[in-house]
């Protein structure tokens, strides 16, 4: 099991940026990938964004795409979200997320993932 904490939301004007922080711990030697879901009131889980944690290959939904780049730390394991010019349709609560399952057709779905952090809000006022 991995163990996940996220860090860095706040509330912040349209156009705006802010970098998100999920500081992993627990059994990552076969973590595959990871990856920034949100969850905005009354919608459901979508996908933000995803890293393979050893490949490096990444991956965004096109909502977000040119606007937020995800990365990662090996030698500190946290995952980071930068996010850029953001607008309100942005306000979300964001988690972190990762997958020991070996493949990438199904990144941007929740069921591919099973740890998940508890969770942090981002505001974006206009």
């Known amino acids: 099991q991995v163990q996940l904490v996220e860090r860095g939301g706040g509330e912040v004007q349209a156009g705006g940026s802010l970098r998100l922080s999920c500081i992993a711990s627990g059994r990552l030697f076969n973590v595959y990938a990871m990856a920034w879901f949100r969850q905005a009131p009354g919608k459901e889980r979508e996908f933000v964004a995803a890293l393979l944690w050893s490949a490096g290959g990444t991956y965004y939904a096109d909502s977000v795409n040119d606007r937020f780049t995800i990365s990662g730390d090996y030698a500190k394991n946290v995952l980071y979200l930068q996010m850029s010019d953001l607008n309100p349709q942005d306000t979300a609560v964001y988690y972190c997320?990762?997958?020991?399952?070996?493949?990438?057709?199904?990144?941007?779905?929740?069921?591919?993932?099973?740890?998940w952090g508890q969770g942090t809000q981002v505001t974006v006022s206009s």
């Open positions: 997320s990762a997958s020991r399952a070996h493949n990438t057709y199904s990144l941007n779905n929740p069921q591919h993932y099973a740890d």
